[in-house]
T-cell receptor
């Protein structure tokens, strides 16, 4: 079965620390990859996406992610987190030609201490 | 404002009752989706519709039903057969020209 696995359930960091959230998926075909973020009390919103081309993609608010096809991974990174990055982060995979369906990971809750 | 509107924001269900969650979009998107969000489980797909008058089951469709009579609307009914309905329900639509889904603010359903 197709699945997405996020390695960390809850991450706690101090401001200015570096962040890396892991995401692995199980699907052998072509995929589109996403990271969504859910700030407290707000809509789920797109952080960044990968469809094709350069495997290092940049998103909003200084986030970036790297697609490593051989490892089926799409890890999210930020060099220096801020208190305002406190949120829940979801990795999602859209297998190609499956009607836009998204398969989500379990989510990682990030708490940034000021 | 263009977007996806879900209502109500909070909903309570009694035993044996069916309840309907509303999802309306004015983005002119063809495809719409319903997800259920539970703590520690991420979002799971309930139903989706790629075009008016057509819809498909997702991974956890049991106990739910949908209709798609208009492009703008994709209501979800949580039936009495759904034994564990307490969750946060999110509706999304798929933007043209890409595979980016846009989400509504969600409905939180609780059982009385």
């Amino acid at each position: 079965a197709q699945s997405v696995s996020q390695h960390n359930h809850h991450v706690i960091l101090s401001e200015a620390a570096s962040l890396e959230l892991g995401c692995n998926y199980s699907y052998g075909g072509t995929v589109n990859l996403f990271w969504y973020v859910q700030y407290p009390g707000q809509h789920l919103q797109l952080l960044l996406k990968y469809f094709s081309g350069d495997p290092l993609v940049k998103g909003i608010k200084g986030f970036e992610a790297e697609f490593i096809k051989s490892k089926f991974s799409f890890n999210l990174r930020k060099p220096s987190v801020q208190w305002s990055d406190t949120a829940e982060y979801f990795c999602a995979v859209n297998p190609y030609n499956q009607g836009g369906k998204l398969i989500f990971g379990q989510g990682t809750e990030l708490s940034v201490k000021p | 404002d263009g977007g996806i509107t879900q209502s109500p924001k909070y909903l309570f269900r009694k035993e044996g009752q069916n309840v309907t969650l509303s999802c309306e979009q004015n983005l002119n998107h063809d495809a719409m989706y319903w997800y259920r969000q539970d703590p520690g489980q991420g979002l799971r797909l309930i139903y989706y519709s790629q075009i008016v008058n057509d819809f498909q089951k997702g991974d956890i469709a049991e106990g739910y039903s949908v209709s798609r009579e208009k492009k703008e609307s994709f209501p979800l009914t949580v039936t009495s057969a759904q034994k564990n309905p307490t969750a946060f329900y999110l509706c999304a639509s798929l933007g043209q020209g890409g595979n980016i889904q846009y989400f509504g603010a969600g409905t939180r359903l609780s059982v009385l």
